[in-house]
């Protein structure tokens, strides 16, 4: 599957509903989008801590009602670069809205699954602001729900129509994963039908501590392996999301390893990669 990362933050300006037609159109599988809260307790689509980073405005989603938000432009700040090499701002004269989740959940068809990103704390609030929206819209059975912050699969725990609709703690997954690297163990695998997601490859830091003191190295980590797949499915079937995936290198290396999904930035070139792929895949020559 190719899940449209913030409905395809290269493709449009991420997280609007302009981006959802065009991932829609573009043949993804999934859309992934982010949600904050804002003072009035509407939940909304946008990702930075800051207005200013995608918009004409500036400070935080939380502190701004639903109708502020509604007058300012989701594409201000997105580039294009034209033939030239020049920078273009296109969305600057064809403003587009921070949608809210609703609009968005509305702009999908209902068999295409969705995947909420939670952002902003504190967890409960906005876990309760979204169930609102979810039972509303009938909506829990199309949604998973993924945070990198532990506090929301624990605020998801008071709602029993997301017991299945939540990946695992972004803090399990990653320790599962350094286990089966380092140790060659295998911790806790999920129970069947947890959804888990990690980056296909990751910069990360190497630290060893020493009694004076300590080393760092960096690395760049390919933490989905053949030994961690296998470790995530101990139990039965567990779906599997492997985000940063943008090339077709990747992009075969992953369906090689039987991972199930690949965030991309940009499903425009994913479709094309995904279809122009030959099969059965050469997965012999995917391992070099």
Known sequence: MIVAHRGGTADYPENTLIAIEGALKNRADAIWLTVQ???????????????????????????????????LNAGWNFVQVDTHGARQYPYRAEPVQIPSLVAALRAIPPAVPVMLDMKAMPAEAQAAAVARVLNEENAWQRVLIYSTDAAYQKAFEAYPQARTRVFESRDATRSRLAAVALAQTCESPPQPGTWSAFEFSRQMELVETFTLGEARSAVTAKLWTPQAVKCFRANGKTPIVAIGVNNADDYRAAACLGIDAVLADSPRTMSAIKAAIERPLDCASAAR
């Open 37 to 71: 809260l804002t003072r009035d307790g509407v939940p909304v689509l946008y990702r930075p801590a800051d207005l200013s980073a995608n918009t004409d405005g500036k400070g935080a989603v939380a502190d701004v009602d639903f109708a502020a938000l509604e007058g």
